[in-house]
């Protein structure tokens, strides 16, 4: 099907002209600004359909045509680089079809040696998604390394490709060729630009599309300073031009040699018997393709006898003997219908970008991640935007891009939503964050089943046996809406859940009696507020020692409290400011429900010898258990910790202590007896 830039009614030339012009716009925009303006998928099929016209209008054919070349002309801030040998590209196969007709064209071609087509030896091995470069070697040194350009010219990248870890400098071995020009791929391992996007981002500097753009751009830098600071690979999958040095007999050979002088090959080759085969090795990289380290957007088809080779020869710039046999485009364009926003289990606001369906990666995709707010913002997405959107494996598909000169006119840009979506809770992002939260932490739908799991946790409630299956039931069934619903269940009512029985719900029943006496930090840290982990609702509960005080303070006195600062200050009074919240909480506390807890302690913390220290707890404790001294450690000001570092102030030692007293010992961090950990509370025992 001819793509939607051929117009209906246009004639063949005028269509072809304009066809040409399109692709190397696009050419350049890619091999000369490395910044891709369209898909992969998008781009082959300009190309094909630009042939199909050449295929029925051979008179229309002239020697500018992007068919009768590999890639675009050099950059001007290189030096050029004439290769030896042209460095061609591969026709493609999209299907079965095409990969049989391929195999089709080999057979014939070497009948004449007796050769059966279920036999012909092929080498299989991935088609990186990176970057074409060769390598020449003089008397076994480095000499030259060039892009590939347009395959007859390219450009001299030697003082970059030296920075490159895995690309040796010198060969390995006694008899070396006058002579080797190894060609491999030049690519970013996925998790390496992962990274430096990451940090780019971080400071505030370009970040790039995709692994293969990042590769690209990064061997065209006139610095080799910053080439060397990008986290390159490489591999090496043949040879051009070849000096003193005899060939092997087959591909396989080579590949074998080419690891023997020192050069990367790809682990994953194979030799493959028939199309066959090649298509059982096929379909075996896309199972695996997700688990690879490093992009790969087909695999590739040698047939291995180099005799062979030579006697099937080449058609136009591509050799009859190869073809690349490319997976499902990752890659599409497509537009942007709609952005809604989801609210997660936690409360995050995500926005999601509703697309007029496409398909890509194997499936049809009408929604795409857009990550969070930052996101949305940096790359600009509007509602009427043509996007480019990509799925990899099982990963959520995300919107790539956005293709700036189709934007219509009037699309606004998109802002945080004031309100939850789910709940009409006011939505929260603070400055520095880039995830927006809905604050009714309590109430909010969404986010129902993760706010009752923490509160019936163990260190909040101690709700036991009220684990996440039985929270899932209780929420599935509409039993229960908010953490203070579970007090309203009866043991008729658990008794009709799957795997319930009559005594097991009276349990649950009796453990939710049981947890109504509770401590006001527990309960405070039960409520799940964003960044009050125990330790923080020690110190408020500490601090203030009412809960109204709490929910009625100002950030400014919610600042009061020690290690409390502006972000988590927030954070609390963004969740007491909640009509919704503040209503769970009443709900809570009636006497009906009669969760409850003694007032607690005054405690000068800052008195105290453990104020500001590091604790390590190791051995038992006669007097009280692991959580209660932990929780008396926190009153007095200390910060207990669960290994020994150097930053350790004091390990507490009990009996039968284990190896973090043989630690602190080794790096002289001081101890302390139950003895003297019970005096600096002013008590004998408890």
């Known amino acids: 099907m001819a793509p939607k830039h051929a117009r209906a009614g246009k004639s063949p030339a005028v269509e072809l002209d304009k066809l040409k012009r399109e692709i190397e716009a696009h050419d350049y925009a890619y091999h000369v600004l490395d910044s891709p303006t369209i898909p992969d ?30 890639g675009a002309a ?25 990969l049989a007709a391929f195999g089709k064209r080999v057979t014939p071609r070497l009948a004449a040696a007796g050769v059966d087509a279920a036999t012909v030896e092929y080498v299989a091995e991935p088609k990186l998604d990176g970057a074409a470069v060769s390598f020449r070697y003089e008397s076994g040194v480095l000499a030259l390394a060039a892009t590939r350009g347009d395959g007859m010219v390219g450009e001299d990248i030697t003082h970059n490709a030296r920075t490159i870890p895995s690309l040796p400098l010198r060969l390995r071995g006694r008899k070396l060729p006058q002579v080797l020009e190894a060609r491999g791929e030049v690519y970013m391992p996925r998790a390496r630009f992962d990274e430096f996007n990451r940090q780019a981002a971080a400071r505030g500097e370009r970040t790039f599309v995709n692994p293969r753009n990042a590769a690209a751009g990064s061997l065209r830098q006139l610095d080799p300073k910053i080439t060397a600071a990008r986290p390159l690979d490489v591999f090496i999958y043949g040879i051009g031009d070849v000096q003193g040095w005899k060939l092997p007999a087959t591909h396989a050979e080579v590949l074998r040699a080419l690891k023997e002088f020192g050069f990367r090959t790809s682990p994953n080759w194979k030799l493959v018997a028939g199309i066959q085969g090649c298509l059982a090795y096929y379909s075996n990289m896309g199972r695996n393709r997700a688990d690879l380290p490093y992009d790969i957007d087909g695999v590739v088809y040698k047939v291995n006898d180099l005799a062979w080779q030579e006697k099937l020869g080449f058609v136009s710039r591509a050799p009859r003997w ?119 932490g309590l109430f909010c739908a969404a986010q129902r089943k993760e ?64 947890s109504t006496e509770t401590t006001f930090a527990r309960f405070l840290y039960a409520l799940g507020i964003r960044d009050v982990g125990e330790a923080t609702a020690l110190a408020l509960a500490t601090h203030f ?15 009061e ?18 009509r919704h919240n503040r209503e769970v909480i009443e709900r809570l506390l009636k006497p009906k429900r009669g969760i409850h807890w003694p007032e607690p302690p005054k405690v000068a913390a800052r008195a105290s010898p453990l104020a500001g220290k590091r604790v390590v707890l190791t051995g038992t404790l006669s007097s009280m258990s692991r959580e209660q001294a932990k929780a008396k450690l926190q009153s007095l000001g200390a910060k207990v910790m669960n290994s020994v570092s150097k930053n350790t102030d004091i390990v507490i030692v009990g009996e039968n202590p284990g190896s973090k007293l043989e630690k602190a010992s080794a790096m002289s961090v001081s101890t302390m007896s139950e003895g003297e950990f019970l005096s600096c509370m002013g008590v004998r025992n408890e």
Request: net charge negative; glycine share 6%; aromatic share 4%.
């Open 322 to 440: 190869a073809i690349a046999h490319k997976f499902a485009a990752q890659e599409e364009l497509t537009e942007v219908v709609g952005i809604e926003f989801q609210v997660g289990r936690t409360g995050a606001v995500t926005p999601v970008a509703r697309l007029k369906p496409v398909f890509v990666g194997g499936v049809t995709v009408s929604n795409a991640t857009l990550h969070n707010f930052d996101e949305l913002s940096r790359k600009d997405v509007r509602v009427g935007d043509t996007v480019i959107v990509r799925r990899a494996g099982d990963v959520i598909p995300e919107v790539v891009q956005v293709i700036a000169d189709r934007r219509p006119r009037g699309a606004k840009a998109v802002s945080v939503p004031a309100r939850c979506p789910v709940c009409g809770s006011q939505v929260v992002r603070l400055e520095g964050e880039a995830i927006a939260r809905c604050s009714g």
């Open 74 to 98: 050099p950059a001007s801030d290189f030096k050029p680089v004439r290769h030896t040998k042209p460095m061609l590209s591969l026709e493609n196969a999209f299907d079965e079809a095409e």
């Open 41 to 70: 998928a998008e781009y082959d099929r300009l190309m094909r359909r630009l042939k199909e016209i050449e295929a029925e209008h051979p008179d229309l054919v002239t020697p500018d045509s992007p068919t009768r070349r590999v």
């Open 451 to 514: 706010s009752i799991r923490h509160f019936a946790s163990r260190s909040a409630m101690d709700i036991e046996g009220l684990g996440t299956k039985l929270v899932d039931q209780l929420v599935d069934r509409g039993l229960v809406s908010t953490p203070a619903d579970l007090y309203d269940l009866t043991p008729d009512a658990l008794s009709e859940l799957d795997r319930m029985a009559e005594k097991s719900a009276q349990n649950i029943v009796d453990a939710l009696k049981k």
């Open 561 to 578: 409290v020690p290690d409390i600062g502006p972000v988590v200050a927030g954070h609390i009074r963004a969740f007491f400011q909640q």
């Open 545 to 559: 020692r009412s809960l109204k005080d709490i929910m009625d303070a100002d950030e400014e006195k919610l600042q």
